[in-house]
Structures are given as C-alpha cells and as structure tokens.
C-alpha cells in the first residue's frame, strides 16, 4: 500500500475519470486495480444477497396472501401480521377480518327495533 491516498477531485463525471491513469506510479496503478477488483467482488456479492432476499421475501408474501385468501372463504374471524423486508427498508403487512363487530351491529340493531315497536 502506498501513502499517497487517491482521492477524486470535487467536480468529476463518468466520462472523465476521478484519477489520471498517466500521473500514477506503477504501485499506485497496482493498488488503484487492487482496490477496484475488490469493490466489484463486494458489489457482485451484494447484488446477489438482494436477489436472493428479493426472491425470498416474494415468496413469503405471496404464501402470506394465499393464507388470507383460504381464511377469507371462511366465516371465523382472523388477523394475519407480517413483516417483510424489502430494498428501501422493512414493510408491516396486517390482514384481518372481524365478523364480531358486524354481528354487535345487528343484534343490538334488533333488541332497538324490539324496544321501539312496544
């Protein structure tokens, strides 16, 4: 390793590199290399880790729905919580159905209509 540090300029773009190839030393070039290949092993690694969370975390929600369909042709009540993390973060996913509330409204609708008509 050498103790110059590389370190791009303020205002660069893609087309114009941050560092002149033609004002490095060979140990500096070497270590410009070392350093490049070493990054691109990190990113391939990277990029597959996400893909592989991505196929995993698509699975998991597609299983998720395919429950709540099953429970939805159903007539019991139910609350499915999930947590699924994605490229930006971590996403909540809850799924219920409450018949309990319906059937309060109903009865308590008819004992109404029951006091009423007396």
Do not use: C
Not at 33 to 49: C, E, I, K, P
Not at 50 to 67: F, I, K, W
């Amino acid at each position: 390793m050498s103790d110059t540090t590389l370190t791009p300029t303020a205002n660069f773009s893609i087309a114009e590199p941050a560092v002149n190839e033609n004002v490095l030393s060979l140990p500096q070039k070497q270590e410009l290399a070392l350093l490049s290949g070493q990054h691109r092993v990190t990113l391939a690694a990277d990029v597959a880790q996400r893909q592989v969370n991505l196929q995993a975390t698509a699975a998991d929600m597609e299983q998720m729905l395919d429950v709540a369909h099953r429970l939805s042709r159903t007539r019991s009540n139910y609350r499915i919580r999930s947590s699924h993390t994605t490229a930006s973060g971590e996403a909540q996913v809850e799924v219920q159905r409450n018949t309990t509330l319906t059937i309060a409204l109903v009865v308590g609708a008819v004992v109404l209509l029951t006091l009423l008509l007396r």
